[in-house]
């Protein structure tokens, strides 16, 4: 990481500003996975002495946005196949838990705010803007079922998954060649939420993040191929 990624601040970062920093750095693709983080580097770049660097990739690490490996360094993360699966078949059991408790307390309101995150996800498809933005746009539907579950243990660790499902979704870019189709696939599940239909909520939603996990674990094999 020879070029300068980060802009040197005017005070002493605190622990947090690094961390949102690198982890603003990592999703957007401006640090690559694979990318060596030199705690030394990072610091002369901010600003900063390297105690708050060193404590924001602890957190970054306890994410699975970093890897620490030992006598080598600190990595942004590299996505495997079985990790694309691992992380979707989890993500699958936690939603499919979010969207059940969700429904057993969902007003008008609640739907009229997914109808709307779906609105705006197929209007940003059809927009020229950064993967990311995009991708978040994605993921918001899903934070939405989680939150409306109620359940705030299921709603910390989804939000722990998700920086690492929007990392991971942005590396394999091809999987977003087709962004109003995969704004589509949102369409089965917010109906059968609006219907009722627990059972239909369920099965759609897990089906749509399994089967984005399994096209990604392809897609990775694909390239580690060529």
């Known amino acids: 990481m020879n070029e300068a ?23 957007k693709g ?13 610091a002369a770049q ?10 924001a990739l602890r957190q970054l690490e306890h994410e699975g946005l970093v890897v620490n490996s030992p006598y080598k360094g600190t990595f942004v993360a590299v996505f495997t196949p ?29 739907l009229e705010r997914l109808a ?11 927009k020229d803007i950064e993967l990311w933005e995009f991708v978040e746009k994605d993921l918001a539907f899903h934070e ?13 660790i989804w939000s722990t998954l998700a920086s690492q499902t929007l990392l991971y979704l942005v590396m394999v870019t091809e999987a ?14 917010f109906e059968a939420i609006r219907a009722g239909d627990t059972g239909r909520a369920q099965a759609a939603l897990q089906y749509a993040i399994e089967s984005v996990g ?9 390239a580690h191929e060529r």
């Open 5 to 27: 990624v980060f802009s040197r601040s005017n005070r002493a970062a605190l622990h947090q500003d690094v961390y949102q920093t690198l982890k603003s750095a990592i999703l």
């Open 30 to 42: 401006r640090l690559q996975s694979g990318t060596r983080l030199r705690e030394a580097e990072i």
């Open 46 to 55: 901010i600003g900063t002495s390297r105690a708050p660097i060193r404590e």
């Open 82 to 110: 079985r990790d694309s699966r691992e992380l979707c078949s989890v993500r699958s059991l936690l939603e499919g838990r979010a969207v059940a408790e969700a429904m057993k307390r969902i007003t008008p309101a609640d």
């Open 116 to 126: 709307k995150i779906m609105d705006e996800m197929s209007a940003v498809a059809r």
């Open 144 to 156: 939405e079922i989680c939150r409306l579950s109620g359940n705030e243990r299921l709603f910390r």
């Open 176 to 189: 977003y060649l087709d962004r109003e189709a995969v704004a589509r696939t949102h369409v089965p599940a």
């Open 214 to 222: 399994e096209d990604m674990a392809r897609r990775l094999e694909q």
